[in-house]
Every structure is written in structure tokens, then in C-alpha cells.
């Protein structure tokens, strides 16, 4: 079966949509008047494209920050720290009153990068800005289940995030992202710095909950007719599958927090020892939400590549349930897991327990790796920017998940804990693999989300530039953290003085090629208007237009094939001359769309 | 959702009441939809409040276990009688906001909105009686007492004797707050933190809940009649919400007052 039909308007709730007087057939971002017209309907809208692009916008500002936080940490790391004859040499963050100084304000700056990356560009890059533009056009919706709701977690993010912006503001704080006790809780007990970063992040978490919530109640009630579950592209199970853990992670890290704030303004003793309290209490808190959460991180990053691999070999995804089983499986598997962060803080026979979950994980991993690849065999692999950030992320991801491996193993972990190879480790998943797939992600879905095509050659360029980069800023850190170097330090001994080097070189090739992104999209916004499916891909979000209007379609989809049958069906708005469909003799199932 | 059979009637001025004009949001086919939509948004809400609260009870079985007797100790000045009429309190207003609903149900109208009021009514008793009873006592020693007993003998009193002050009664505060004079294990701040931070936590939920009932009450009075037979979402909502709301309190009260 390969067609779809628009209904005949005789859905309930369809025919009295049409009561307001604006144009419902535009661009979904047409303007509304003038220019403060405009600001205030942005600024109130519920409609999920236009908070999926202030997402989006938000996002990039943050991840611009958190990067310049990055490349000041790396050019401290250029020079070991020295005094030679009195003179101190090497420190970029000089400091009259001393190292000790100059190291503080590293330690701040090491901080800053990872709360702003972790809580202010990875969370909500994919889920909350890709999926909120995404969820309901794949699903054949109007928009989510709560728009309103909607509307809330995107101010509710602002809001968390103006607090964590004060926070820095008043100097920062440097207790390591991870807001351990008694860092946390004892350092600047004067200052109210730490209690507004430990604020956004507890305010931010409140939005993810929220978004979770919705993307879960309109995965739930607004498909498509026709949509099953297994009908559904595998970026929504992606997306279902984090939000069930945004919803239920979420909140424990939301108490821990609060507690977290109470105990530094009453000074009651539950995680600091100094007041009687456990520290160790606070890491169990602190990673039974954060590990789930590097699957908020990685799941949705996994659903892009889950869309662009079928999409650009043209090929029908192998082992579709095997993958949308994965997810659930990752989130099931996730909550059982988190004591690996703690293994040198557990007793021995929690950390085997630990340890031995852990390896779990890695067999649904490895399943949607070997998925892939099976996909890319045979197919007729489009080589353009987003199929090529794929082949990236299977490339960077697998190093990733692999060196899980040997921190998760015990006896091999306690050499490496608090090394550099766990913070290469994490940048290969965190960014090898969430970010690369956000910026492909962003390349497959550019034409969509802003009807203009953006230009191969310099996209193409521009990833080639962030793979080089990354590697060379990376896979150098593997190398330090097995010799020994630790993390957390602005001074080191010589012997590592090499590797910091490449890898801080390595760091501004990422800075270029990023940049090349940057003017490339910018320059595509005059650039060529995009046709309504450019890639020739079968899921709903093509079926609308390009960029979609505001309701989404003009006509409610019922789906009658599913979102990967290519060679089966013709794809929305192409013709069989250029998607040839594979077992059939042509012309036998060309297919109409209204 | 229910399928009673009912008659629509006109409010003042010929108007239709709200719940007949009820439009259901347009991204949704119908209005069952919304609903189901609401209910499955509503108890996602609800789990995420116990995790919340989850953090409580854990934090409360660790330190029973590292500190038994500052938790022993500070579980007996808790006065079980305090804690249970508030049980039961809570208890009635889970009754009355149920059968509220029923009656929204049933469009009758006057019975809901009267279940409404005795709901909320249950919720500031609640919060009155946390607030003169237990904390403002333990906090300052200033006791609260309607019947003026101690109005011009030799204590303390204020407000025509409405509150009386006992020595050495007061300063069991959470924290660096912490002053009460006769505490016999360093560790008894621990238990009021705990105590606080639970029974506040608590409190501020209730105090959510009855602006949420408030806001349905709002809307179905006269002349508005947002609520009946074809539509009663909101009411179902603020219903689910007031419901975990009373179960946490289910497992906070023995938790705090009974185990010693
Ligand atoms: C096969 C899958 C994975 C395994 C077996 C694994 C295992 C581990 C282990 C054992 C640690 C603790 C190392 C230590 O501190 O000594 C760790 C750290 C970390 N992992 Fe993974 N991991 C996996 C995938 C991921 C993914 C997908 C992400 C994120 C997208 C991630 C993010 C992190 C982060 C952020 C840390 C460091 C946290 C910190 O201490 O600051 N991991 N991983
Ligand atoms: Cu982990």
C-alpha cells in the first residue's frame, strides 16, 4: 500500500479551526505586522515550531558560550605551571596573588563549561529543540498535548538559565559540575554564587520535566491515524524513550538540589560531614539522575542518526523494532547503573554489582551500532553533510561506548578514575556523539525548518574540519589519562606538556570548522529555497511543506505505509523517475499525494 | 468518561453554562481525547511528586539508621493527636473532593461546589493547625490556646492570652537554627531539619492544591458553570492532584509521629 490521503475534513474539531483571521497557508514564522507585533507573538506563541527554533536559538548561544569557556580552558592547559627562580611561568590566568589564584579561577572555568554544556546545551538540544519542532510534524500533529505547557518550559529554561547567567555574573563557582558535597557546601560560604547556579539547575530541571511529560501524553494520544507504534520513525521512540527518563530522574535530582540549597542556607547537616551528614548520600542522588541523564543525552542523538542513515542510503532501516526496543531498553537498564560513577566510594560488593549492570548497557548500545551499519550495507549512500556526520557518529560513538567498557570494569577502573581517559571517554560520547548528531540532525532538517537548502561543499567541509578537530583534541586525552595525567588540574608535569599541546590545537581546528557551520547556515537563509521533501525521505515531517505552516498540514495525514519503506513506496512530493521503486515494475504503485 | 444522560439547562441571561459550550483545544480530535490526554499528563505530574518525595524518605531511612537516637529522641516531642486529627482531616477533604466530582458528574451543581468549599476549608485546617500547634510552639514556645486558660496567671501571654509562652520550650529549629535547651544528642538538629523540610514540603503541596480547588470553585460559580456532565477536566485534575497530596501525608504522618 503506498498512499496517502488527506482527510475529508470530517475529522471532529477539523472544519471550526478556521475562526481567526490570519493566513493559515504561510510559513510558519510569516510575519503577523510589525516588528513588536512580531516580538510579542514569539514571545507568546504555543506553537511548537516556534518554540522548537527559540530552543534552538537559546541552545546555540549557550553552546557558543560553554565553547569559549572550553578554548580558555585548554589554552591554560598549553603550558605546565612553573616557577622557575621566583617567577611563575606557564599560568594564562595570571594572577598577582599567586598560582593559587590563577588556579581557582581555572577551576571556576572548568565548572562554568561543564554546567553550561551539560544543563544548558546537551539536555535540551535534541529533545527540547529538534523534538519540540519535530515530535508532533512526525506524528502527524497539530502540535504537542499542552502548547501552553509548552510555552512554560521554554520560560521556565529562560528563567533557570538567567540564574545560572547570575551566578557567573557574581564570579562563578567552582565546585565541578557535579556540584559534589562539601565542595558545594562549603566553599564561598559568604557568597550566594553557588546557591544561584544549584537554583537554574534546579529550575532548569522543572523544564525538562515538563517537556518530557508533554512529548510522552503526545506520542500517547495525537498519532496520526493510522500511526501504530511500530509505525512511528525511530527518532519518536527515541524521543519517548528520554522522556520517560526526564520524567522520572528529574525530580530526584530536584530534591537533592533543594536539599542541596537548604543545607547551605540553615546549615542542616544531610551531605556535608562537617555537619554530620554524607557525602556519599549525594553522589548516590546526584548520578541516580545523572546517569540515566547521559541517556537523555545520548537516546535522541541516537533517534537523528536513526533518521538519517535510511533516509540518505535510501534504504529501509534493519531491525526496526530491535532499535526501538533498544531505547526502551537503554532507559529500563539506565536506573540500575549509576553506582559506576562511585566505585571508589562504594563498598566492594555494590561496586561488582554496579560493574556488572554496567556491561549491561552496552549490549542495546551495541545492538542499534550493529543496526546501522547493517542499513548502510547495500544502500545507495547519499554522501552529503548529515550522512556523513553519521558515518562520523558510528565512527566517534563506538570509541566512546568501547572505553565505557574499561571504566566499567573495576579493576581497570580505579587506575583510570578521575584521569583524563574518563573526560576523553565523555567527550566522545557527549560530543562524538549527542552534539555530532545535533549538528547532522540540524543539516537533514535545516530545508524544513527554514525552507532553504544550506551549501553541501562547505557543510561538508565544515564537518570534515570537526572530526579532525575533535580527534586531535581527544584522542590525545585517551593517551594522557592511561599515563596518568588527572582531571581537574591547571598545572601538570612536563612529560604531558606534548599531548595538552596537540590537544589544545586540536581545540581551535573545532572552533574553526563550527565556525564554517555557522556562516554556512547564515549564508543559506538567502540561499536556495528548499522543495518540500529535498532528501526524498518517507516520514510525515516531509509531507508538509517547506518550512511547514501553521497548523503543520493542510490536511490531517493518515499514514498508510511506514516511515522506512523506501523502494516500496514513491516519497511524498517526488517522482518514481527519481525514486525507483525496487521490486515493482515501474509505474505500478506511483502513488498520489493531494 | 461517563455517559450520563442529561438535559442541558440555561444559566442567567439565556447564556449556556460552560460546560455546554466547552470547546476542546483544536490540535485535538475530540474532546475525550483531551481528556485522556489531561488524566495521562495529570498522573505522569503525580509520579514525578513522589520521586520528589522519595528523596524525603530516603533521607529520612539513612539517618534514622546513622543517628537512632537523635531520631528517637526528637520523634517524641511530636504529639501523635496533632498529627492524626490532621490525618483525618485531610482524610474528609480527599471524601469531599471526590464526591465532588461525582456531583460535577451529575450536574448538580450547588452540592459540587459545596464539596469544593468543604475541601478547601479541611485545607486551611490543615495548615492551621501544622502552623499554631506544632510549628509555631516548637519554633518559639509561644502555645496557642482558644480556651485562654493562662490569661492573667503568671506565663507569658499575648492576644488576651490567645497564646502563652513556655520556658525552654521552644528553639527546636531546623539547622544552625537549632537552640532548644535540653536536647540530649548533638545530632537532634538533624531531626528537625528533616522534620521541617518534609512536613514544609508537604505543606507548601497542600497549600498548592487549595489554589487549585479554589480555581475550579471559581469557575463553576453561577453565571459561569464551567464544570458538569460534558465537561469536567479541570475538576478531575485539581481532584488527582489533592488525592497525592493527602497519600503522601499518608506515609509522612507515621513515619514522623508513630515510629519512636
Ligand atoms: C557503553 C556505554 C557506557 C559505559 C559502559 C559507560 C561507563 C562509564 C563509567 C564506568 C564512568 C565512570 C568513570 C569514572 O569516573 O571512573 C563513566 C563516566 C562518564 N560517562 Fe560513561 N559510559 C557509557 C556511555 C556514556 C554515554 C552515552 C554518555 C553520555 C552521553 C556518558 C557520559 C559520561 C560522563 C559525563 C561521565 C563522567 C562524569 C563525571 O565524572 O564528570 N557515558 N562512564
Ligand atoms: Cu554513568
Known amino acids: 500500500m503506498s498512499t496517502l490521503h488527506p482527510t475529508s475534513g470530517s475529522i471532529p474539531g477539523h472544519a471550526d479551526d478556521h475562526h481567526d483571521h490570519h493566513d493559515h497557508h504561510g510559513p510558519y514564522y510569516q510575519s503577523k505586522g510589525s516588528f513588536w507585533t512580531n516580538v510579542w507573538d514569539w514571545c507568546t506563541t504555543v506553537d511548537h515550531k516556534k518554540i522548537g527554533v527559540m530552543y534552538l536559538i537559546a541552545v546555540l548561544i549557550f553552546f557558543f558560550i560553554g565553547g569559549v569557556l572550553a578554548l580558555a580552558v585548554r589554552t591554560e592547559l598549553l603550558e605546565p605551571v612553573r616557577t622557575v627562580a621566583g617567577q611563575v611561568t606557564g599560568q594564562f590566568f595570571k594572577s598577582d596573588e599567586g598560582i593559587g589564584k590563577g588556579n581557582e579561577i581555572y577551576n571556576r572555568l572548568f565548572t562554568l563549561h561543564g554546567a553550561v554544556m551539560v544543563f544548558m546545551v546537551i539536555i535540551p538540544s535534541v529533545p527540547a529543540a529538534l523534538g519540540n519542532f519535530l515530535l508532533p510534524l512526525m506524528l502527524g500533529a497539530k502540535d504537542v498535548a499542552f502548547p501552553r505547557l509548552n510555552l512554560l518550559s521554554w520560560y521556565i529554561y529562560f528563567f533557570g538559565s538567567m540564574f545560572a547567567g547570575l551566578s557567573i555574573y557574581f564570579g562563578g563557582v567552582d565546585t565541578g559540575w557535579t556540584f559534589y558535597t562539601p565542595y558545594s557546601t562549603t566553599t564561598d560560604p559568604d557568597q550566594s554564587r553557588v546557591i544561584l547556579m544549584v537554583l537554574g539547575a534546579f529550575i532548569m530541571g522543572f523544564s525538562s520535566i515538563l517537556t518530557g511529560l508533554n512529548f510522552i501524553v503526545t506520542v500517547h494520544k495525537l498519532r496520526a491515524p493510522g500511526m501504530g507504534w511500530f509505525d512511528m520513525p525511530l527518532f519518536i521512540w527515541a524521543i519517548y524513550a528520554t522522556s520517560i527518563i526526564q520524567v522520572l530522574a528529574t525530580p530526584v535530582i530536584g530534591i537533592t538540589l533543594l536539599l542541596l540549597i537548604l543545607e547551605r542556607v540553615f546549615h542542616i547537616g544531610i551531605f556535608d560531614p562537617g555537619l554530620g551528614g554524607d557525602p556519599v548520600l549525594f553522589q548516590h542522588f546526584f548520578w541516580f539522575y545523572s546517569h540515566p541523564v547521559v541517556y537523555v543525552m545520548i537516546l535522541p542523538g541516537m533517534g537523528i542518526i536513526s533518521e538519517i542513515i535510511p533516509v540518505h542510503a535510501h534504504k529501509k532501516i534493519f531491525g526496526y523494532r530491535a532499535i526501538a526496543f533498544a531505547s526502551l531498553g537503554i532507559t529500563a537498564v539506565s536506573f540500575l547503573v549509576w553506582g559506576h560513577h562511585m566505585f571508589s566510594s562504594s563498598t566492594e560488593l555494590a561496586a561488582t554489582i554496579f560493574s556488572a549492570l554496567t556491561f549491561l548497557v552496552a549490549i542495546p548500545t551495541a545492538v542499534k551500532v550493529f543496526n546501522w551499519i547493517l542499513t548502510l550495507y547495500k544502500g545507495s549512500i547519499a554522501m552529503n553533510t548529515p550522512m556523513l556526520y553519521a558515518l562520523i557518529f558510528l565512527f566517534l560513538f563506538s570509541i566512546g561506548g568501547l572505553t565505557g567498557l574499561p571504566l566499567g570494569a573495576l579493576s581497570t577502573d580505579l587506575h583510570l578514575t578521575d584521569s583524563y581517559f574518563v573526560v576523553a571517554h565523555f567527550h566522545y560520547v557527549m560530543m562524538g556523539g549527542t552534539i555530532i548528531a545535533f549538528v547532522g540532525g540540524l543539516h537533514h532538517w535545516w530545508p524544513k525548518m527554514t525552507g532553504r537548502m544550506y551549501n553541501e561543499f562547505w557543510g561538508m567541509t565544515g564537518a570534515i574540519l570537526v572530526f579532525i578537530g575533535f580527534n586531535v583534541t581527544f584522542f590525545t586525552q585517551f593517551i594522557m589519562g592511561v599515563q596518568g595525567m588527572p582531571r581537574r588540574y591547571a598545572t601538570y608535569v612536563d612529560t604531558f606538556q606534548i599531548w595538552h599541546v596537540v590537544s589544545t590545537i586540536g581545540s581551535y581546528i573545532l572552533l574553526v570548522g563550527f565556525l564554517v557551520h555557522l556562516f554556512n547556515f547564515i549564508a543559506s537563509l538567502r540561499g536556495r529555497v528548499a522543495p518540500a521533501n529535498p532528501w526524498g525521505a518517507l516520514s510525515l515531517e516531509w509531507y508538509a511543506a517547506s518550512p511547514p505552516i501553521e497548523h503543520n498540514f493542510e490536511h490531517e495525514p493518515i499514514v498508510k505505509h511506514g516511515p522506512y519503506d523506501y523502494g516500496e513506496v514513491v516519497p511524498f512530493h517526488c517522482s518514481e523517475e527519481d525514486y525507483p521503486l525496487a521490486d515493482k515494475p515501474a509505474g505500478a504503485s506511483a502513488h498520489t499525494v493531494h | ?260
Open chain 2, 1 to 260: 468518561m461517563s455517559t450520563i444522560d442529561f438535559k442541558p439547562g440555561l444559566i442567567q441571561g439565556g447564556r449556556a453554562p460552560g460546560y455546554e459550550t466547552y470547546k476542546h483545544a483544536s490540535h485535538f480530535r475530540t474532546k475525550d481525547e483531551e481528556f485522556d490526554a489531561c488524566k495521562t499528563g495529570m498522573w505522569l505530574f503525580l509520579a514525578t511528586e513522589v520521586l520528589l518525595f522519595a528523596g524525603i524518605f530516603v533521607w529520612y531511612s539513612i539517618y534514622r539508621m546513622m543517628y537512632p537516637d537523635a531520631f528517637r529522641n526528637g520523634s517524641s516531642y511530636l504529639d501523635w493527636r496533632w498529627g492524626g486529627l490532621n490525618t483525618v482531616v485531610l482524610l474528609i477533604s480527599s471524601y469531599t473532593m471526590a464526591m465532588s466530582i461525582n456531583h460535577f458528574q451529575h450536574n448538580r451543581q450547588k452540592e459540587a461546589r459545596r464539596n469544593l468549599v468543604i475541601t478547601l476549608v479541611c485545607g486551611a485546617l490543615f495548615v492551621a493547625i501544622k502552623l499554631l500547634m506544632e510549628y509555631i510552639p516548637k519554633m518559639t514556645g509561644w502555645h496557642f490556646d482558644p480556651t485562654m486558660s493562662h490569661a492573667g496567671g503568671e506565663a507569658l501571654t499575648k492576644f488576651g492570652g490567645l497564646f502563652y509562652f513556655e520556658q525552654g520550650y521552644g528553639g527546636k529549629l531546623p539547622g544552625i537554627l537549632f537552640s532548644y535547651p535540653f536536647a540530649t544528642d548533638p545530632h537532634e538538629n538533624m531531626w528537625w531539619s528533616l522534620y521541617y523540610t518534609g512536613t514544609g514540603l508537604h505543606a507548601a503541596h497542600v497549600l498548592i492544591g487549595m489554589a487549585l480547588i479554589a480555581r475550579v470553585w471559581w469557575f463553576s460559580r453561577p453565571g459561569v458553570e464551567n464544570y458538569g456532565p460534558k465537561h469536567y477536566t479541570g475538576v478531575e485534575m485539581a481532584g488527582l492532584y489533592w488525592h497525592i497530596v493527602d497519600l503522601i501525608w499518608i506515609f509522612l504522618f507515621p513515619l514522623l509521629y508513630l515510629i519512636h
